[in-house]
């Protein structure tokens, strides 16, 4: 074979048998943007809002409440009769669970100030990390509370 048919050869390859491979490939790539896509896809991510964001938790039905707690609970004891243990009484646990916390009145205080506390410490790192960044630091107990605001509603 000559240097002119082997140069010929090279460019009729480029010129007809490279844009033919060239439009295959871009008939065939265009299979791969329908894969995930039809009718039970998720094609975009939804944002997630965070609780605190979106409000006050909604009030529960009393009724719906009490319902869901006996129906646990009478889950519960037939899991410990199958396990041939004593079986609880769901009446009384029903009441119990139901009842306001009348007997711990400290404890909510006391899970209270705990938060109060961690939120504060995190606050504070974030002054300290505020100010090594050359920037003003916030005020602790005002930054505290508007914290605690965003994740419960009112401190």
Not at 65 to 72: D, H, I, K, L, S
Not at 107 to 119: F, I, P, T
Not at 127 to 133: A, D, G, I
Not at 146 to 154: A, K, P, Y
Request: aromatic letters at 4%.
């Amino acid at each position: 074979m000559s240097p002119t048919s082997q140069c010929l050869v090279v460019l009729l390859f480029t010129g007809v048998a490279a844009p033919v491979a060239g439009m295959l490939f871009r008939h065939v790539s265009r299979g791969w943007d329908s894969v995930g896509k039809g009718p039970f896809a998720i094609e975009q991510q939804l944002p997630l809002v965070p609780r605190y964001i979106s409000g006050s938790a909604p009030a529960v039905d009393p009724a719906i409440q009490a319902a869901e707690v006996r129906q646990m609970l009478e889950a519960k004891q037939e899991r410990q009769r199958r396990r041939g243990e004593a079986a609880i009484d769901v009446e009384v646990e029903t009441t119990r669970l139901l009842a306001p916390s009348a007997e711990e009145p400290g404890a909510s205080a006391r899970q209270d100030a705990e938060l109060r506390a961690e939120v504060r410490q995190l606050v504070i790192s974030r002054n300290e990390r505020r100010m090594r960044k050359g920037l003003d630091p916030l005020d602790v107990e005002a930054e505290t509370e508007r914290q605690l605001e965003d994740f419960i509603g009112s401190p």
